[in-house]
């Protein structure tokens, strides 16, 4: 369990990982050194499990995204949801229930380049098939 000041802190951090120790601490009235030591203590518990970058909405509307269900060979699962994290451009990966046993989200620089990871893809080992839908616009995301 994680204590209200802990809670303000992750809140802190979610609005901006890359706050200085010194920021923060001014934010939450506390001292630097235990900024610092609440920080290393919801790293070590995992709470804080690592820091990534939020891309902008205008860089985001650049690519060309994709859903891609894909029908795995059963027994090479686990070797083909490697292979797919080891393709930068597959944002995300889902199990499924249905024809399809999973559903990536791919974000490519241009249509050209997504054919290419559609390619890259559907020459895994394991893969059987694959069903690409383009996104053509988002309605609206929460």
């Excluded at 995992?46 to 269900?69: N, R």
């Excluded at 083909?80 to 080891?86: A, D, F, H, P």
Aim: proline share 1%.
């Amino acid at each position: 369990m994680i204590s209200k000041e802990d809670e303000k802190l992750l809140a802190a951090l979610k609005h901006n990982a890359r706050a200085s120790i010194s920021d923060l601490a001014r934010m939450l009235n506390l001292s630097r050194s235990t900024v610092q030591t609440r920080i290393a203590r919801l790293e070590q518990s995992g709470v804080i499990k690592g820091y990534s970058v939020d891309y902008g909405e205008d860089y985001l509307a650049s690519l060309v995204s994709a859903h891609v269900s894909i029908k795995v060979r059963q027994k090479l699962t686990a070797k083909t949801n490697v292979e797919l994290k080891q393709i930068p451009q597959v944002s995300a990966l889902y199990a499924i229930s249905g024809e399809y046993d999973l559903i990536a989200i791919v974000q490519a620089q241009s249509t050209e380049q997504l054919s290419h990871i559609l390619d890259d893809i559907g020459n895994l080992d394991g893969v059987e098939r694959t069903n690409s839908s383009v996104i053509l616009e988002t309605k609206f995301k929460r």
